[in-house]
């Protein structure tokens, strides 16, 4: 419904900067969403990934065989976490969120107004609704 209501209508801009938790083959896991992103299936890919967290091994086999189970294209998969394409995007990334005080996800800035927490659509509508009332 965000999207619909305020990505999509150009109202606000979604920016996903990369973060993540817990052991650094989560790092590659990170590289890989976004080498997914090359191929439109950024979301999709993360979505995935949270699916079968704890489940697999965080390899690059094994996340180049998540990505070829929603579609992906295996060998351009494989080339990019091969190459570390996304490598310092991704922790620069981590490193700037860390800077922030971030410890957790999900995290959201509207603006400058952090929101932690899976927040429901009317939380959200609200602190985007003020910020945007603000910026008229």
Do not use: W
């Not at 979604?14 to 590289?31: I, K, S, T, W």
């Not at 890919?45 to 998540?66: F, K, M, R, T």
């Amino acid at each position: 419904m965000l999207a619909a209501d305020y990505i999509d209508t150009g109202k606000v801009k979604f920016v996903v900067y990369p973060y993540y938790l817990g052991r650094p083959e989560m790092g590659l896991a990170m590289e890989a969403a976004y080498c997914a992103k090359d191929q439109n299936k950024f979301f999709e890919y993360e979505h995935a990934l949270y699916e079968v967290q704890g489940q697999i091994d965080y390899s690059p086999n094994s996340l180049v065989d998540l990505g070829a189970s929603i579609g992906l294209d295996g060998d351009a998969l494989r080339k990019c976490i091969a190459n570390r394409q996304y490598r310092d995007f991704v922790e620069n990334g981590r490193k700037a969120a860390t800077q922030r005080g971030v410890n957790s996800t999900p995290i959201f800035y509207i603006n400058n107004q952090r929101v932690e927490g899976n927040q429901p659509y009317d939380n959200l509508q609200r602190v985007i609704e003020q910020e945007l009332a603000i910026a008229q």
